[in-house]
């Protein structure tokens, strides 16, 4: 399993931007994909997820109505369409494979056995 993300950046608040992740190395329709985020000093913080069809999606109350998710199983990619940035959003972001096995809070890094590298996404004006 291999998640590689992409399009993070500096943005001033109010701004967008756009996430990426490009997934290999298994079944990309067939499983459920997240994102989570850590800012500095902080524990993770989940931030989204979508099911392997794309048509259920799930937002933490801190982004829903500014954030979209999406998928492209064509092309084993997972966005994150980031809108509306406000500082608070400064961490880092990651690309996650959640455990479909999975049952407990979906703050707890035993949820995520896959991650991807991380991408900085920095609001300031």
């Known amino acids: 399993v291999e998640l590689v993300d992409s399009g993070g950046g500096l943005v001033r608040p109010g701004g967008s931007l756009r996430l990426s992740c490009v997934a290999s190395?298994?079944?990309?329709?067939?499983?459920?994909m997240s994102w989570v985020r850590q800012a500095p000093g902080k524990g993770i913080e989940w931030v989204s997820d979508i099911d392997g069809s794309g048509y259920s999606t799930d937002y933490a109350d801190s982004v829903k109505g500014r954030f979209i998710i999406s998928r492209d199983n064509a092309k084993n990619t997972v966005y994150l369409q980031m809108n509306k940035l406000k500082p608070e959003d400064t961490a880092v972001y990651y690309c996650?494979?959640?455990?479909?096995?999975?049952?407990?809070?979906?703050?707890?890094?035993?949820?995520?056995?896959?991650w991807g590298q991380g991408t900085q996404v920095t609001v300031s004006p």
């Open positions: 996650t494979r959640p455990d479909p096995t999975f049952s407990g809070n979906r703050e707890q890094l035993s949820r995520y056995p896959y």
């Open positions: 190395g298994f079944a990309f329709g067939f499983y459920d």
